[in-house]
């Protein structure tokens, strides 16, 4: 069965914090992304990945970077959390040119 | 500069009638489409998709509509049912990597 994780459903950070959102796929699939989804904005793309160390921007890449150390773990960094980074953030995984598999998401807020 | 594109950011059907999803996109490049449904506070799961070099996919009560002259996909659930209350997000796949999602259509099937 097809599993996509995600380290923490709900987080609570302060302005400024450091934050980190983890994301573990167990399909050996080649890409991962990280998307947010805000309301009346649909699924915007941060990053995505599309091999061990390979990272790419997406639309809104801004306050954010990723680490992909090994292929199955993707994770996402707000370097200096800001309130307007409070979302509910995905994670998905897919082969190449097929359906993607998404976490069952992180809502996090910014205090 | 949105790619894709829901129009209607919400939609009511009675049960058992036919609920129609709408989704248009601009890029003639893109020529790989899905749709996923999500419920609140969970990751999107993937429903069905369309190559470009077809005009029609179907799977149970599900049946994806492709017409690339106009660049518009539709999405027919027939009957629709209480449970396919959701949101529903069209995505095309740009390249090999880029995921690209709509805004998203909430649909209420009333009972």
């Known amino acids: 069965d097809v599993k996509v994780t995600q380290s923490s459903r709900y987080l609570v950070k302060r302005t400024g914090e450091k934050v980190f959102l983890e994301c573990v796929q167990d399909m050996d699939h080649e890409n991962m992304f990280w998307y947010r989804q805000d309301p009346g904005l649909g699924l915007r793309l941060i990053y995505f990945?599309?091999?061990?160390?390979?990272?790419e921007k997406g639309d809104i890449p801004e306050g954010y970077s990723v680490s992909r150390e090994k292929k199955e773990r993707f994770s996402l960094i707000l370097e200096s959390a800001s309130t307007n980074q409070t979302s509910m953030y995905l994670c998905a995984s897919s082969p190449l040119r097929s359906e993607a598999f998404f976490g069952q998401g992180t809502r996090l807020t910014v205090v | 500069d949105q790619q894709v594109k829901q129009n209607s950011p919400s939609l009511s059907v009675q049960e058992g009638r036919i609920s129609i999803l709408n989704c248009d996109y601009t890029n003639s490049m893109f020529d790989y489409f899905l749709w996923y449904k999500k419920y609140p506070a969970e990751g999107p799961t993937f429903l069905i998709s369309?190559?470009?070099?077809?005009d029609k996919n179907e799977d149970g009560r599900f049946t994806v509509f492709l017409n690339k002259s106009a660049k518009h996909l539709s999405l027919h659930i027939v009957p629709s049912q209480p449970g396919d209350s959701a949101v529903y997000f069209c995505?095309?796949?740009?390249?090999?990597?880029?995921?690209?999602f709509g805004t998203g259509t909430r649909l209420k099937v009333l009972a």
């Open positions: 369309i190559s470009s070099i077809k």
């Open positions: 995505a095309a796949i740009s390249g090999t990597y880029k995921y690209i």
């Open positions: 990945s599309y091999d061990v160390k390979m990272k």
